[in-house]
């Protein structure tokens, strides 16, 4: 059974940093990409970023390339997602995800495993 556990959200002031965990269980696999999506109230949930899980080639949203850098670590079956220069429009509820795949990994409805998510809130 796969299990995707978040964590390392909380309440940061614009400018700041973060970093999200997401633990992951149960992968049998390592052809995955791990994928980090955001949705903030009232809006869609949108891609912001994924790893391919073997050789560690990444992929990043226009709005937050430069701010946010994903990695992983192959030991912890841990991926990770460091946020830096938040900005207040980042608040959002964070959600780790895989898929069985390389393909069409910014369509979230391709995903196969969600984490219950972790709310991040940036004060201006």
């Known amino acids: 059974q796969v299990q995707l556990v978040e964590s390392g959200g909380g309440l940061v002031q614009a400018g700041g940093s973060l970093r999200l965990s997401c633990a992951a269980s149960g992968l049998s696999t390592y052809t995955y990409t791990m994928g980090w999506f955001r949705q903030a109230p009232g809006k869609e949930r949108e891609f912001v970023s994924a790893?391919?899980?073997?050789?560690?080639?990444?992929y990043y949203a226009d709005s937050v390339k430069g701010r946010f850098t994903i990695s992983r670590d192959n030991n912890k079956d841990t991926v990770y997602l460091q946020m830096y220069s938040l900005k207040s429009e980042d608040t959002a509820v964070y959600y780790c995800?895989?898929?069985?795949?390389?393909?069409?990994?910014?369509?979230?409805?391709?995903?196969?495993?969600w984490g219950q998510g972790t709310q991040v809130t940036v004060s201006s």
């Open positions: 790893i391919r899980w073997s050789g560690g080639r990444t």
């Open positions: 995800a895989a898929k069985r795949d390389y393909k069409n990994l910014y369509t979230l409805h391709d995903y196969d495993y």
